[in-house]
């Protein structure tokens, strides 16, 4: 028990799974594209950040010492991700007649709160983007005498400069080139801007002056400056959503490439530095119409969950029951089901807690994004029950494969449902595991799921004395009354649960 699994991981850039390998020892250095903060993120936007938390506590499990960076944009990101039209930033500050800097504040805390909301650890540092112009435009001038040309929109990236450009995304020439708009004086339809010079008689609330004029910085430039800045080139991991990998991160790399001097014949680098070792990128969610996304309108938001009666953790458990390399359906009816598994897990949690008063208090008092010094070796010095120990063992196996969290959730789900295992050290192993998936597992209660639908009809006080004039009434055997309590209980969206401490919930309604 003493080995664990080695970690494996997808790379987009080899299509394959390789062994997990930290270019410095015991330490993991990991970047994720952060959030545009136009808008509110859509459940889909989520799904990318409870994956990469996935990566970060399963690191951590393996014992790794994690330096996690995200990024908020709040400058740069065209309405196309395609490097054309309209920055996405001020055309909400002009379209809800706003300051743009009201709109980035508002939005980063909505995104913020849904981060803590899903329980995902914040990372080591936020890294904002307008803090970051002026070493943008530094990073400009190293490379633009070489890679760059100017026109009249602004400056550009020539990818012919670069080895390989589009490796990530497997496109070659002019090859899935649908998304990319022309722009009047591109050398190749594959450029794409550095920095995006503020139109005559244009007024920007957000633009900065340059040797190239005044303007603001392309979006893909911000991401290779703050990886670099915080993490250095190389790092180990850059992760992202599977859309990034077909236009953003490959013109990361290029400009990766540009500044290492990697396009040098005697570059001692290689042309086959790309910035970061590992490129990892979680699948869509999908609705019943297709790819979830902002620009088709009435997205679903974390907001609009919450406002459903519906936890956020069993969005969680939805994300963790597929891989997250595979598409992750979406509906009402989905999550409906993953909130009653959350409910069967927290029940089942009730039952084993009755049986062990003493809560392991070893986990409790270390912080979440603290290594676990290896999850395997934690659990050998806490638990010595064979079967456990097997349990424990393959679960590290699936989160070591790929961070296969739909196995990893099947000997999570057993540990807790088997009464045969010790209860203390069943406890002990459920809070172990609870580490990795980050459910909250030993927080919650049947309570903390009972929450109440915005358009609810009756209060909880009203519920609550509403059921004890039932039981007044199934005491005075006026079964009538009670009936008629119940009954008008239903209609108003509350189940009725005879028998159960918990007396009633909310029936949740999604379809």
Same mark, same amino acid.
């Given at each position: 028990m003493t080995d664990t699994a080695p970690l494996r991981l997808f790379n987009s850039l080899t299509r394959s799974v390789e062994s997990f390998t930290p270019i410095m020892a015991g330490e993991a250095r990991v970047y994720s594209c952060g959030p545009t903060v136009y808008n509110y993120a859509h459940l889909g936007n989520l799904r990318a950040y409870v994956f990469t938390d996935t990566l970060r506590r399963t690191l951590l499990w393996k014992?790794?010492?994690?330096?996690?960076?995200?990024?908020?944009?709040?400058?740069? @990101?065209? !309405?196309?991700?395609?490097?054309?039209?309209? %920055?996405?930033?001020?055309?909400?500050? &002009?379209?809800?007649?706003?300051?743009?800097?009201?709109?980035?504040?508002? *939005?980063?805390?909505?995104?913020?709160?849904?981060?803590?909301?899903?329980?995902?650890?914040?990372?080591? /540092?936020?890294?904002?983007?307008? %803090? *970051?112009?002026?070493?943008?435009?530094?990073?400009?001038?190293?490379?633009?005498?070489?890679?760059?040309?100017?026109?009249?929109?602004?400056? *550009?990236?020539? $990818?012919? !400069?670069?080895?390989?450009?589009? +490796?990530?995304?497997?496109?070659?020439?002019? /090859?899935?080139?649908?998304?990319?708009?022309? $722009?009047?004086?591109? &050398?190749?339809?594959?450029?794409?801007?550095i920095w995006r010079k503020s139109a005559p008689g244009e007024n920007r609330q957000m633009e900065w002056d340059s040797p190239w004029g005044k303007g603001a910085p392309g979006w893909h430039l911000e991401c290779s400056v703050m990886s670099h800045a915080k993490l250095g080139h190389p790092f180990d991991i850059h992760t992202g959503g599977i859309d990034h990998r077909e236009i953003h991160h490959p013109n990361e790399i290029a400009q990766n490439q540009a500044f290492c001097g990697c396009s040098d014949a005697a570059s001692d680098v290689g042309a086959g530095f790309t910035g970061a070792r590992w490129w990892m990128h979680n699948n869509f969610l999908v609705d019943r119409s297709g790819k979830m996304s902002k620009s088709k309108g009435g997205f679903t938001t974390l907001f609009s969950l919450i %406002?459903?009666?519906?936890?956020?953790?069993? *969005? &969680?458990?939805?994300?963790?029951?597929? @891989?997250? &390399?595979?598409?992750?359906?979406?509906?009402?009816?989905?999550?409906?089901?993953?909130?009653?598994?959350?409910?069967?897990?927290?029940?089942?949690?009730?039952?084993?807690?009755? +049986?062990?008063?003493?809560?392991?208090?070893?986990?409790?008092?270390?912080?979440?994004s603290t290594a676990l010094s290896s999850g395997l070796l934690l659990s050998q010095e806490h638990i010595s029950d064979p079967k456990l120990i097997e349990q424990? +063992?393959?679960?590290?196996?699936?989160?070591?494969? %790929?961070?296969? !969290?739909? +196995?990893?959730? !099947?000997?999570? /789900?057993l540990v807790l449902s088997t009464k045969q295992f010790p209860a203390d050290q069943a406890l002990a192993a459920i809070a172990i595991m609870d580490k990795a998936l980050g459910l909250n597992i030993l927080a919650l209660s049947r309570a903390d799921l009972r929450l109440r639908p915005k358009d609810a009809q009756i209060s909880e006080a009203e519920i609550e004395a509403e059921l004890d004039r039932r039981q007044a009434a199934r005491v005075a055997k006026d079964f009538a009354a009670s009936d008629a309590i119940r009954d008008a209980l239903i209609a108003k969206g509350v189940d009725v649960m005879d028998g159960d401490p918990l007396r009633w919930e909310w029936n949740i309604r999604l379809d």
């Open positions: 014992g790794y010492a994690v330096t996690h960076i995200i990024n908020i944009t709040d400058v740069g @990101h065209l !309405t196309s991700d395609a490097d054309a039209g309209d %920055d996405k930033m001020e055309a909400a500050a &002009r379209a809800q007649a706003k300051s743009i800097w009201d709109i980035a504040a508002h *939005y980063t805390d909505a995104f913020k709160s849904n981060i803590a909301a899903l329980n995902i650890i914040e990372p080591s /540092e936020w890294t904002v983007a307008t %803090d *970051y112009v002026p070493q943008m435009i530094e990073f400009a001038k190293t490379i633009a005498d070489r890679h760059c040309y100017e026109i009249d929109s602004g400056l *550009y990236f020539d $990818v012919s !400069t670069v080895p390989d450009y589009g +490796r990530l995304a497997r496109t070659k020439d002019d /090859e899935g080139e649908g998304r990319i708009d022309p $722009v009047a004086g591109k &050398r190749n339809t594959q450029d794409f801007a %406002d459903a009666g519906v936890h956020p953790l069993a *969005y &969680r458990l939805l994300c963790l029951s597929a @891989h997250y &390399r595979s598409e992750l359906e979406f509906s009402g009816e989905i999550v409906g089901a993953a909130l009653t598994r959350l409910k069967r897990l927290i029940i089942t949690m009730e039952a084993l807690r009755k +049986r062990t008063p003493d809560e392991p208090v070893f986990l409790r008092k270390q912080e979440p424990i +063992r393959l679960f590290d196996e699936a989160l070591a494969d %790929d961070l296969n !969290t739909v +196995r990893a959730l !099947t000997h999570f /789900e």
